[in-house]
T-cell receptor
Framework: NAGVTQTPKFQVLKTGQSMTLQCAQDMNHEYMSWYRQDPGMGLRLIHY???????DQGEVPNGYNVSRSTTEDFPLRLLSAAPSQTSVYFCASRYDRASGNEQFFGPGTRLTVL | QQQVKQSPQSLIVQKGGIPIINCAYENTAFDYFPWYQQFPGKGPALLIA?????SEKKEGRFTISFNKSAKQFSLHIMDSQPGDSATYFCAASSRTGRRALTFGSGTRLQVQP
């Protein structure tokens, strides 16, 4: 099992550009989520999905879109990048929505918006 | 609104010392309290977790102490080693609502040889 994979590892964008951060898992997990990590703020939830075709907003959803067309993939789209979106982005998955299932994280994407 | 407050921000101990990291929460619906360890350039990885029906859980050198009435929990690392140098995050999730993990702000631990 590859676990949770993310691409790219690093990305530099100019303000106003759009891009998609890819996330995939091969563990047949229903629950997937995106977090951003900023210094001194821990990890904050952007969007999450409890299964294919179902997505919902987290704490900091503005400026991001997600979709979940398959169980395996959960891409995060930045519509019009802003410097405030400079961060490290982590995708995570767990078996299902039940609180208490171990959550696995990908290696992260470091995004810089100029 | 920070639902999980973590302290200290950073911690330096000597090899063999016992670093203690503390977290406090507000939401009484939280029913799962994991600790994650993160090395530079890597994603967080689950270290140990506890449910509110027990007051302590040990796994190897790592212990969680849980105080339900005070809404606090802490991580103790026994006989700390330089390889334990990492950032540690406490987290909590609820049995209702999003059921997503809410994270503390993190503690950067340095264990000096």
């Amino acid at each position: 099992n590859a676990g949770v994979t993310q691409t790219p590892k690093f990305q530099v964008l100019k303000t106003g550009q759009s891009m998609t951060l890819q996330c995939a898992q091969d563990m047949n997990h229903e629950y997937m989520s995106w977090y951003r990590q900023d210094p001194g703020m821990g990890l904050r939830l952007i969007h999450y999905s409890v299964g294919a075709g179902i997505t919902d907003q987290g704490e900091v959803p503005n400026g991001y879109n997600v979709s979940r067309s398959t169980t395996e993939d959960f891409p995060l789209r930045l519509l019009s990048a802003a410097p405030s979106q400079t961060s490290v982005y982590f995708c995570a998955s767990r078996y299902d929505r039940a609180s208490g299932n171990e959550q696995f994280f990908g290696p992260g994407t470091r995004l810089t918006v100029l | 609104q920070q639902q999980v407050k973590q302290s200290p921000q950073s911690l330096i101990v000597q090899k063999g010392g016992i670093p203690i990291i503390n977290c406090a929460y507000e939401n009484t619906a939280f029913d799962y309290f994991p600790w994650y360890q993160q090395f530079p350039g890597k994603g967080p990885a689950l270290l140990i977790a506890i449910r509110p029906d027990v007051s302590e859980k040990k796994e190897g050198r790592f212990t969680i102490s849980f105080n339900k009435s005070a809404k606090q929990f802490s991580l103790h690392i026994m006989d700390s080693q330089p390889g334990d140098s990492a950032t540690y995050f406490c987290a909590a999730s609820s049995r209702t609502g999003r059921r997503a993990l809410t994270f503390g702000s993190g503690t950067r631990l340095q264990v000096q040889p």
